[in-house]
Every structure is written in structure tokens, then in C-alpha cells.
């Protein structure tokens, strides 16, 4: 059996396997993208019956879903994906787009999904060098895939992730994988209590809720990861680009300023930056600040 340090000591041999690992992780985060928010649902469903002790015989019936159940079928016709049908890329680009049964277009947002998985993979690998810490770092970049896609789509960014990306990123820091552990947990503390802050005096100034509170943790998270140090510039280029998207958004697709704009992945965004490019923002941030 190969070892760790011959697949990192082979760089052909590194790539394959992240290539490949990460192809079938995109194809999980697909089933993740689109069942964890209804799993959510149901189960605030049930505790909301429950809290207003609602009758059984009253209450809302559905199949209980997971991750793993019920399998994955044509939303169109019913049939179940088979497991040649459900290679990441490949099947979709076999299929020609397709249902194998009903013909009806499987969207490209799937295999896109997965290719983009991989793609960001190979280039943290790249650019970290082949390390443990590299390997380490494809868990954050994968969890800010799929917290991207949940709130693009429903605007919720589960604590079923942040919240174990954040205690993952004290514990690989406790050892120094990224940072030192000060660094990492005052990251987490100044993560969440910055957006904290501009909540409640957003909410205090104008009545209104400006973020989800899961913009808080993910933040946290990135801290935990990261490091306090690189935190300005996470929240600095998270909000340009935010502002920029969301002008655009008002200008060209006539974008109701009442409308909300998720602010999770542009967070996702800039902390993949800052994983990538580190070193270099923290000399550019420090430099400008005179330190």
C-alpha cells in the first residue's frame, strides 16, 4: 500500500489522487447542496409542531431524508440513478445531459459542481505545496464549496458546517497546521463578534436584520483557520466584491434594494483567497498599515 509521503513525494501521483478524490467529493456536495436545507426544514417542521404541541394525527407527514436516503432519482421520472450513471463529469458528459430514461436535461450545474471541486483542489495543492497542510486545507475548501452553492440557494449556511469547520480549525492549529493556536482563536473570537457588531448596530440603526447569523460563524470559522491577521482582509474583499456584485445586481438585472443578497459566499470567496495567498496579503495588509 502507498504510503503518505510517496503520494506527496510524487507530484503525478499526488495530482491523481486529488483529482480523483475530489471529483467524487463534488459529486457528494451535490447531494449535500440540495438535501441538507430540506433536512433542515424538516426538522425545524417538527420542532415547531412539537412546541405548539400540534396532534399527531395533525401534524405535516413526509419521507424522512438524509444524506444517504431516500436514493438519488430523476426528479422528472422518477428513475434511480444507477451507479454508472453517477460518475462525477463523466456520466453527465456520457448522457450526453440527459435522463437515461426520460431524456429530460440534467442541469450543468452538477458536473460543474464537481469540476470546480477539483479544480480548486488541485490549486490549493499547488499552491500550499505538497504537504499535510495541503491535504488538511482541501476539508476547508471543500466545506466553502458547499456552504456557496446553500446560500446562493436558500440563504442559510448550516451549523451542520460552520461550526465543526470551525472547532476542526482550532484543533489543526492547536499543532500549528496553519498558525499558531492564539492566532486561530482569536481569529474564531474576532470573526464572529466583528459581524456580530454590525449586526445589532445595523439592526439598531434601522430596524432590520442586514446578515444571518451564519455569516457570524462563518467568519469564526476563517478565523479558526486562519489566523486573526488576515481577517481585515477577508471582510475587506468579501465586501468589495459584495458591493460591486450587488450594484450590479440593481443596476443591470434591476435588483430590488429590498431584495436580501447572500453574503456567504463572497466570505467563502475571500477566505479561499486568503488560503491561497496568505503570506503575500499579510505582508500587503501590513505593509499599508506601516507595521
Sequence with gaps: MLSLDTILSTPWLLYLVVIFTSLCVGSFLNVVILRLPEMMKQEWRCQCEEFLEVPE???????????????????????????????????????????????????????????????????????????????????????????????????????GITLPLMWLGLILNYFGVFTDFGSAFWGAVAGYLSLWSVYWLFKLATGKEGMGHGDFKLLAALGAWLGWQLLPAVILLSSMVGAIVGISLMVFRKHGREVPIPFGP????????ALWF????QTLWFSYLGV
Excluded at 97 to 105: A, D, I, L, Q, V
Excluded at 278 to 281: A, F, H, L, R
Aim: overall charge neutral; hydrophobic content about 45%; aromatic content about 8%.
Design 57 to 159: 394525527d395533525d401534524r405535516h407527514r413526509s419521507q424522512p431524508m438524509t444524506l444517504s436516503r431516500p436514493a438519488s432519482t430523476c426528479p422528472s421520472c422518477g428513475h434511480r440513478i444507477r451507479a454508472w450513471e453517477n460518475i462525477p463529469v463523466v456520466s453527465w458528459l456520457l448522457l450526453g445531459g440527459k435522463c437515461s430514461s426520460c431524456k429530460t436535461r440534467i442541469s450543468l450545474r452538477y458536473p460543474m459542481i464537481e469540476a470546480l471541486t477539483a479544480a480548486f483542489s488541485v490549486v490549493t495543492v499547488y499552491l500550499l505545496g505538497p504537504s499535510e497542510s495541503a491535504l488538511w486545507a482541501l476539508l476547508l475548501v471543500w466545506a466553502l464549496v458547499a456552504l456557496t452553492m446553500i446560500d446562493f440557494d436558500t440563504q442559510l449556511l448550516p451549523d
Design 278 to 281: 496568505g503570506p503575500e496579503i
Design 266 to 273: 463572497y466570505l467563502a470567496a475571500a477566505g479561499l483567497l
